[in-house]
């Protein structure tokens, strides 16, 4: 099965001119990161095995968990790989908890050894054999309780790692990233940090369109999965200055599409449309209520279009008169608050940006 996956992301790859690889493998968003060691990492080339300093790196607390998340991916990847940063990962957990354990240990008034009410020294003996038939989670669990280190982040650099490692074939993944999703919804458990759920979402997105890639081929539905993202707007500055890197790479995949969408509300996020003369572009407000106008100018500054918003949940635009180039989009909310202005880029071409 997963020699099929590998055949069929190969094809993928290296068919209809596709310079980018996979959104995976392709988006170098550790350059991002303003920390010195994962922009020296990421500029090594190859994929990198994990050593003691990469885990301790992700396991220290004064580091961010975009940085952590960054580092992963400043890891890279290679054709046909036999590193597999998940699993050694996992072993190091292992190593790392058994020695915290042991290292902690406290002698009781009947002179045996024992770390708080949970483990005794032969409990911390057989932990060797119970790693071998436990689940990643119960491994991270075991390593966090003691060490009071973040489960849910540390299961989100784990479920990273094993997708980088299995990047032809994401579904297990995939699979349980949509099935942990509640769990990391700060609206259903008010003690996620912000942080750690804007984290997952990013991941969750990297991976989804990832598998989208790999199960449906060259679709519109591998840009539209970032377009969903991008309609959120996150507080974590480094996951911003993540955005322009995915979608880079990404808005190739909108060229599939037969109409572009853009959403107001996500114009915290960025500001710029990408089209061809054969897609309809269309501006979504709902649900910023808008009431005011849209224009549209050329590189000449002459107005080209102009539309009255009175509440509407969009505007369409029929490009396929403009000739090819950047315009410049101005939305201006006369009447609801807050009286917002809207500056948006749209470039136009001609064919797909493969």
Not at 1 to 10: G, P, R, W, Y
Not at 139 to 153: H, L, M, Q, R
Not at 285 to 314: A, C, H, M, R, W
Request: glycine share 4%; with cysteine.
């Amino acid at each position: 099965m997963k020699l099929h996956l590998f055949l069929i992301l190969a094809f993928l790859l290296f068919s209809n001119n596709v310079i980018a690889d996979s959104p995976l493998t392709s988006i170098k968003f550790w350059n991002a990161s303003e920390d010195s060691y994962v922009l020296k990492i990421g500029k090594e080339p190859g994929k990198k095995k994990m050593d003691k300093r990469m885990f301790n790196y992700l396991m220290s607390s004064d580091v961010t968990v975009f940085d952590k998340l960054a580092l992963i991916n400043a890891l890279g990847w290679e054709f046909n790989s036999e590193v597999r940063n998940s699993e050694i990962f996992l072993d190091k957990l292992k190593k790392s908890a058994l020695k915290f354990l042991k290292d902690n240990l406290t002698k009781d008034s009947d002179g045996s050894y024992s770390f708080g009410y949970e483990y005794n020294w032969e409990s911390i003996n057989s932990l060797n054999e119970d790693f071998q038939t436990w689940s990643p989670k119960q491994i991270i669990n075991t390593y966090s309780i003691p060490t009071e280190g973040k489960t849910k982040d540390i299961y989100i650099l784990y479920l990273y790692l094993l997708a980088m490692d299995d990047y032809f074939d994401v579904s297990v993944v995939y699979d349980e990233l949509h099935n942990i999703q509640y769990d990391f919804d700060s609206e259903i458990d008010p003690m996620i940090d912000l942080t750690t759920q804007e984290s997952f979402e990013f991941i969750k997105m990297l991976v989804s369109s990832q598998h989208i890639l790999i199960t449906k081929g060259i679709q519109c539905d591998v840009w539209e999965e970032y377009a969903k993202y991008q309609y959120i707007c996150g507080s974590n500055y480094f996951i911003k200055k993540a955005l322009p890197f995915c979608y880079k790479y990404l808005r190739n995949y909108s060229s599939n599409c037969d109409r572009v969408d853009y959403y107001i509300a996500g114009y915290c996020n960025g500001n710029v449309i990408h089209a061809n003369q054969n897609q309809k572009v269309f501006i979504i407000n709902y649900p910023v209520f808008i009431y005011g106008e849209l224009t549209v100018y050329n590189q000449n500054n002459s107005e080209v279009f102009k539309s009255i918003i009175d509440g509407d949940d969009g505007v369409g635009l029929d490009i396929s008169n403009y000739p090819i180039g950047t315009y410049s989009v101005k939305i201006i909310n006369t009447q609801t608050e807050p009286k917002s202005n809207y500056n948006l880029e749209l470039t136009i071409y001609s064919q797909k940006q493969y």
